[in-house]
């Protein structure tokens, strides 16, 4: 190239660009705002809620779809703390709604896990998956539901969410909130034909989870949509042996009332009455026994409910067993 013609294309690119530099200028944005905005500025906006920044770095070109290492959005992160109003503005330009981190969860599933329910009803208002699944295949229905999130919830399972979705060992959204205890969830899921009987991949059922974990309010609720009383895991456990061993008498009763079975064995052969007394669990076995339990069943390795009392210390419990004729 002679030495003419490379000043000629020097000189053609300055001119190109003091033509660009006078153009941004005249738009008001200046040299240094004809380069987006590095995608750190938008994320630490969404995450402190500072609405001002998120609207002037949108205006200067940040990405709203940028994705940080794990998948994350400026949407996402908004969404996890609750910050409606850039929620708001970052839909407004255009955020993926469905975009999903590396775990699978998206701003919805992260709004329902930290109950911003303002946030799930905006983003559900913009055709947020409401049935979307992370990586253990749990969805936004499940984790509120496990959390006790009522009124996100109710969000849900308005927008048509799968109340009968199950995480990869089988639970279900009744299941995780009869677990823990939470009655006002359960009764909304229950109303919207949750099924009372799912198990998970061993075998356990709502019930048997609410009768293990003492919340006689669910178990009420259970048994009044047709709870199945003898179910057993594959272990051989019932929803009575569970209450019975860990002491919940009054769940006992309302299981016994709904013909719960008195004999029925795990697969080591305990009895509820066997779980029972060698806890020392006193009122339970009064109301086993008269229930017509065994009192002479023995567990696969001979220990009957009168060994198990007394091993346990439990004089009380051995006196009412002997009193009602156990084997010494």
């Known amino acids: 190239m002679s030495f003419t013609k490379k000043i000629a294309i020097e000189s053609s690119m300055i001119r190109f660009r003091w033509v660009l530099l006078v153009w941004c200028i005249a738009l008001g944005v200046g040299w240094a705002a004809a380069v987006s905005p590095p995608p750190e500025d938008l994320f630490n906006a969404a995450i402190s809620g500072d609405a001002t920044t998120v609207q002037a770095l949108l205006a200067r070109g940040a990405d709203v779809n940028a994705r940080a290492n794990n998948g994350a959005t400026a949407l996402m992160l908004a969404s996890q703390n609750g910050h409606n109003e850039v929620v708001q503005d970052l839909l407004a330009k255009g955020a993926d709604v469905n975009a999903k981190m590396t775990d699978g969860a998206t701003a919805l599933f992260l709004a329902s896990l930290y109950r911003h329910n303002d946030v799930v009803q905006a983003l559900l208002a913009k055709g947020a998956d409401v049935n979307a699944k992370i990586h253990d295949g749990a969805t936004a229905l499940i984790q509120a539901s496990r959390d006790g999130h009522n009124e996100v919830v109710q969000a849900l399972l308005a927008k048509g969410a799968d109340v009968n979705a199950k995480i990869h060992d089988g639970a279900t959204a009744l ?82 009332a709904k013909g719960a079975d008195v004999h029925a064995k795990t697969k080591n052969g305990a009895t509820a009455l066997i779980q029972a007394s060698m806890n020392g669990h006193l009122e339970v076995a009064k109301a086993l026994l008269a229930k017509g339990a065994d009192v002479n069943a023995k567990t696969n390795n001979g220990t009957t409910a009168l060994i198990a009392a007394t091993k346990g210390g439990h004089a009380n419990v051995r006196d009412l067993l002997v009193k009602a004729g156990a084997n010494p």
């Open 175 to 256: 299941i995780q909130a009869s677990r823990n205890g939470h009655n006002e969830v359960v009764q909304a899921l229950l109303a919207s034909a949750a099924d009372v009987n799912a198990k998970t991949n061993d075998g356990t059922t709502a019930l048997m989870l609410a009768s293990e974990k003492g919340h006689n309010e669910v178990v009420y609720a259970l048994l009044s949509k047709g709870a199945d009383v003898n179910v057993k895991t594959k272990s051989g456990a019932t929803a009575l042996i569970q209450a019975s061993r860990n002491g919940y008498d009054e769940i006992v009763q309302a299981l016994l």
